[in-house]
């Protein structure tokens, strides 16, 4: 068995705690468990608040790793925004003694230092080259067939390429082989890999900006026959499912209702997990029509 310490971040437990469910029963079901962290803060996000002040930043990333130091497990977690300001925070200071130093100055005033004895890694990965395709296709017992699915990595889990080592960020396969492994049918679509609109702090500062660019893409995934939408993502999720229904509020009519499945939320479909305890009810795009269709 092995375990992870489970980073949280924000909007997992807040917004959609039942992705928060299905990740842990999912890699249970593989004996991978999962701790939760006690005592983090925001990662914090990684655009705005980085841009703004890259030394405070890097301290409160590195003293939300040292609490997983001290359990001696490296890091997962469900949202992209979370894993680039970690994994990027823990690539800067293992590449640079000094700034170890500066940011252990300040770790030094609340009891915390950070050591670099973890590694950070995203829940997909831990799905995709811990476990694997094949593993996974072995205990689905109810497959996915005949659901068409719009895979959306969002920006941060791929680049910067150079910090991230993901293979080629242009043409990414490890959610469509995932997805295939369960039965569905990946889609392919237009500006597959751009923004859903939220990230950068677009979505604070210009909502009707980061709407249009999310209105592109549901264009293209319905276009293209996509019955879901799925990601790695959590903030993805929730602009897609929470912004649907804020472009239908601005058209006056609901034009825009694609589901939108967490990664391991569908794979959890296949392998017997519950919808309501996997929190499916609660988005706020209904997942019905998925579900109708997986168990018609």
Same mark, same amino acid.
């Given at each position: 068995m092995s375990k992870y310490a489970y980073f949280l971040g924000c909007l997992t437990p807040n917004r959609y705690p039942g992705i928060e469910a299905a990740t842990i029963d999912l890699l249970r079901m593989f004996d991978i468990e999962l701790d939760y962290m006690k005592g983090t803060s925001c990662c914090p996000a990684p655009g705005v608040f980085g841009s703004f002040d890259l030394e405070t930043w890097l301290t409160v990333a590195a003293r939300n790793i040292s609490i997983a130091e001290e359990m001696g497990r490296d890091i997962t977690l469900t949202c992209n925004g979370c894993f680039a300001t970690l994994q990027e925070a823990d690539h800067m200071l293992k590449g640079n003694r000094e700034l170890v130093k500066l940011i252990n100055n300040h770790l030094s005033k609340v009891g915390r230092q950070y050591k670099g004895t973890v590694n950070v890694v995203h829940v997909i990965e831990i799905l995709y080259n811990e476990i694997g395709p094949e593993k996974i296709r072995d205990r689905v017992v109810q497959p996915l067939d005949g659901i068409k699915v719009a895979c959306h990595y969002g920006c941060h889990f791929l680049k910067p390429s150079s910090v991230r080592q993901k293979g080629n960020p242009e043409n990414p396969t490890m959610l469509e082989e995932l997805v295939e492994a369960v039965g569905a049918t990946p889609v392919e679509y237009k500006d597959k890999k751009m923004c859903c609109g939220a990230g950068g702090g677009v979505r604070a500062g210009k909502i009707d900006v980061a709407l249009e660019m999310t209105r592109k893409k549901l264009d293209a995934m319905i276009e293209a026959g996509a019955? @879901?939408?799925?990601?790695?993502?959590?903030? @993805?999720?929730?602009?897609?499912?929470?912004?649907?229904?804020?472009?239908?509020?601005?058209?006056?009519v609901e034009k825009y209702k694609v589901p939108v499945v967490f990664i391991t939320q569908l794979i959890g479909l296949a392998l017997g997990i519950s919808p309501r305890r996997m929190g499916l009810h609660r988005h706020r795009i209904p997942v019905k029509p998925v579900l109708d269709k997986i168990f018609h």
């Open positions: 019955d @879901c939408i799925t990601t790695p993502c959590v903030f @993805c999720q929730f602009q897609f499912d929470q912004g649907q229904t804020e472009i239908n509020n601005k058209l006056g």
